[in-house]
């Protein structure tokens, strides 16, 4: 059974920095897409970040671009998203994902087979 187990976020001010990580348990394939989409009030869900091992590409939103990094530890298939500079808009709940095998790169959501609980990130100013 597969579980994307999240942790980190909290509430910071803008400037600051937040760190999330998730650990993809029962997760065997390491070529398929893994990372983070965030879901702010009223809005849909967005790619923050995404890692695809299957052609070893890095792909950011255009927004978090030079402020946050996705990142992986192969060994623990675990998955950290670095999040500095944060601003009042990067507030949103925050979710770990795994792409469908098939779907290469995932930037949208749809393609997603295994989400996390979410986690909530909240930056006031």
């Known amino acids: 059974q597969v579980q994307l187990v999240e942790s980190g976020g909290g509430s910071v001010q803008a400037g600051g920095s937040l760190r999330l990580s998730c650990r993809l348990s029962?997760?065997?394939?390491?070529?398929?897409?893994r990372g983070w989409f965030r879901q702010a009030p009223g809005k849909e869900r967005e790619l923050v970040a995404m890692i695809y091992p299957g052609a070893g590409i890095t792909h950011y939103a255009d927004s978090v671009k030079g402020r946050f990094t996705i990142s992986q530890v192969k060994a623990e298939n675990i998955i950290n998203l670095e999040m500095n500079n944060l601003e009042r808009d990067d507030t949103a709940v925050y979710y770990c994902a795994t792409g469908q095998g098939w779907a290469g790169l995932v930037t949208d959501a749809h393609y997603v087979e295994n989400w996390g609980q979410g986690t909530q990130v909240t930056v006031s100013s």
């Open positions: 029962g997760y065997t394939c390491s070529s398929c897409s």
